[in-house]
């Protein structure tokens, strides 16, 4: 079993829609949850943390945790073209703290 | 400002050349990361150095050499590659650790023939 698991995708979501991302992850314990978006060719952008179960509003993006169920969302409403990119989850499990894991990200297209 | 700065842009290298990459942030942060990314998959981390100290190396093969030479700069010397290596190359920061955010600059694009 990875570490992080995420769909692949590609995922396409109509412009002016909901789109919605998803994460699993191992370690029981994990703490910290990240959301990075990357455009092809550029580097990760940091878009959203997450510390503790609920939800987390910024914006047009919503970020989701329930760790009983081990599971991380990311919502993005009103979806825009310029919102097509890679978003990869990440996770800082408790055994390592110094470090993030990375899932392999999914990759989001939005159609006009 | 979140600003993390790394030069060059792109670098391409012959199997026996030596050359650096240089990394600077001028946030505060006392954590520096090194990670590499092939096309079409997640970034994978090299190094971490926690208050200028080498704190995880992933068994990474010595022609790769971190250097940390203060707080605000972070170098990664290079030798003897080979043309697997060849990647983007992505530095970041984090405030303390990995639990905290980790900002990202825009990388080194490496070319090793």
């Known amino acids: 079993q990875k570490e992080v698991e995420q769909n692949s995708g590609p995922l396409s979501v109509p412009e002016g829609a909901i789109a919605s991302l998803n994460c699993t992850y191992s370690d029981r314990v994990s703490q910290s949850f990240f959301w990075y978006r990357q455009y092809s060719g550029k580097s990760p952008e940091l878009i959203m943390s997450i510390y503790s179960n609920g939800d987390k509003e910024d914006g047009r993006f919503t970020a989701q945790l329930n760790k009983a169920s081990q599971y991380v969302s990311l919502l993005i409403r009103d979806s825009q073209p310029s919102d097509s990119a890679t978003y990869l989850c990440?996770?800082?499990?408790?055994?390592?703290?110094?470090?993030?894991?990375f899932g392999s990200g999914t990759r989001l297209s939005i159609r006009p | 400002d979140t600003e993390v700065t790394q030069t060059p842009k792109h670098l391409v290298m012959g199997m026996t050349n030596k050359k650096s990459l240089k990394c600077e942030q001028h946030?505060?942060?006392?954590?520096m990361y090194w990670y590499k990314q092939k096309a079409k998959k997640p970034p994978e981390l090299m190094f971490v150095?926690?208050?200028?100290?080498?704190?995880i190396n992933e068994s990474v093969p010595s022609r790769f050499s971190p250097e940390c030479p203060n707080s605000s700069l972070l170098n990664l010397h290079l030798h003897a590659l080979q043309p697997e290596d060849s990647a983007l190359y992505l530095c970041?920061?984090?405030?303390?650790?990995?639990?905290?955010?980790?900002?990202f600059g825009p990388g080194t694009r490496l070319t090793v023939t």
């Open positions: 150095y926690s208050y200028e100290k080498l704190s």
């Open positions: 946030m505060g942060h006392r954590a």
């Open positions: 990440a996770v800082t499990p408790y055994s390592s703290a110094s470090k993030i894991i």
């Open positions: 970041a920061s984090s405030p303390t650790g990995a639990s905290y955010e980790q900002y």
